[in-house]
């Protein structure tokens, strides 16, 4: 027992020795910086909720500012809170700081939270891009994003045609999806519940979210008036860099 213990603290202080020798101390001694600690729990969790990037109010009235509050500070708030709450139960698993890379790859999360990683993680991945690809500003597609998608999709009327009707048609509970495919052609996908197209190895760039919960207040039963309307308020200068950004990258 005695011998064990100092053997390990024999161990411990070769392993202090160690640290001095890779030069840490010194560094920490210069900048004066308080040490960083090792490995502090985040007991809430390691995703955050963003805060939605304009007022509640912005989007009216094609997004009543009632549906923002829910829409944003309930079920997208539940996504982050229920899925950090999966992930504490496997501390073992570190994911990853961005949350499209932990739905990206969803065989490296163990499988006993797997489901809920994609289900809650997904939910927070695509309610976080979608607040940004909605806008009160006036703005049409440009530079590469306008001619690719005249060239892949045949413009933006056949866009919303083609989104209309795939949304329409979705039954149940899900998106409706403009992707860079894995070939890095525009193309437009249906998926259920909150499965994020990263998942499917796709770049998402703008989604409708046609889960009853984006519209039931104020369309009530009419899915096809609230896809109608969200074209009012589509960002389309933020989806254009994106898909630069995508091209480059
Ligand atoms: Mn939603």
Same mark, same amino acid.
């Given at each position: 027992?005695?011998?064990?213990?100092?053997?390990?603290?024999?161990?411990?202080?070769?392993?202090?020795?160690?640290?001095?020798?890779?030069?840490?101390?010194?560094?920490?001694?210069?900048?004066?910086?308080?040490?960083?600690?090792?490995?502090?729990?985040?007991?809430?969790?390691?995703?955050?909720?963003?805060?939605?990037?304009?007022?509640?109010? /912005?989007? @009216? +009235? =094609?997004?009543?500012?009632?549906?923002?509050?829910?829409?944003?500070? $309930?079920?997208?708030? #539940?996504?982050?809170?229920?899925?950090?709450?999966?992930? /504490?139960? @496997? +501390? =073992?698993?570190?994911?990853?700081?961005?949350?499209?890379?932990?739905? $990206?790859?969803?065989? #490296?999360?163990?499988?006993?939270?797997?489901?809920?990683?994609?289900?809650?993680?997904?939910?927070?991945?695509?309610?976080?891009?979608?607040?940004?690809?909605?806008?009160?500003?006036?703005?049409?597609?440009?530079?590469?994003?306008?001619?690719?998608?005249?060239?892949?999709?045949?413009?933006?009327?056949?866009?919303?045609?083609?989104?209309?009707?795939?949304?329409?048609?979705?039954?149940?509970?899900?998106?409706?999806?403009?992707?860079?495919?894995?070939?890095?052609?525009?193309?437009?996908?249906?998926?259920?519940?909150?499965?994020?197209?990263?998942?499917?190895?796709?770049?998402?760039?703008?989604?409708?979210?046609?889960?009853?919960?984006?519209?039931?207040?104020?369309?009530?039963?009419?899915?096809?008036?609230?896809?109608?309307?969200?074209?009012?308020?589509?960002?389309?200068?933020?989806?254009?860099?994106?898909?630069?950004?995508?091209?480059?990258?």
């Amino acid at each position: 027992m005695l011998t064990t213990r100092r053997q390990a603290l024999k161990t411990l202080t070769a392993a202090a020795l160690g640290s001095t020798a890779l030069g840490r101390f010194p560094v920490l001694a210069e900048t004066s910086a308080p040490a960083p600690a090792a490995t502090a729990p985040a007991p809430t969790g390691p995703y955050k909720l963003p805060p939605l990037p304009y007022a509640y109010d /912005a989007l @009216e +009235p =094609s997004i009543d500012a009632e549906t923002m509050h829910l829409h944003h500070d $309930k079920h997208h708030k #539940a996504y982050v809170t229920k899925l950090n709450e999966a992930l /504490a139960k @496997e +501390p =073992s698993f570190t994911p990853p700081a961005d949350v499209d890379d932990l739905v $990206k790859n969803l065989d #490296a999360v163990p499988e006993s939270i797997r489901p809920a990683v994609r289900n809650q993680g997904g939910g927070h991945a695509n309610h976080s891009l979608f607040w940004q690809t909605l806008s009160h500003k006036s703005s049409a597609p440009g530079g590469e994003f306008a001619k690719a998608l005249t060239d892949d999709v045949g413009g933006l009327d056949k866009l919303k045609a083609e989104m209309a009707e795939q949304g329409g048609k979705l039954f149940g509970s899900g998106w409706v999806w403009l992707v860079l495919d894995g070939g890095k052609k525009l193309t437009i996908i249906t998926l259920p519940n909150q499965d994020s197209p990263l998942t499917e190895g796709h770049y998402p760039l703008f989604g409708i979210d046609v889960w009853e919960h984006a519209y039931y207040l104020k369309y009530h039963n009419v899915r096809a008036d609230y896809i109608t309307a969200i074209w009012n308020v589509v960002d389309w200068d933020f989806i254009s860099q994106r898909y630069s950004a995508a091209m480059k990258g």
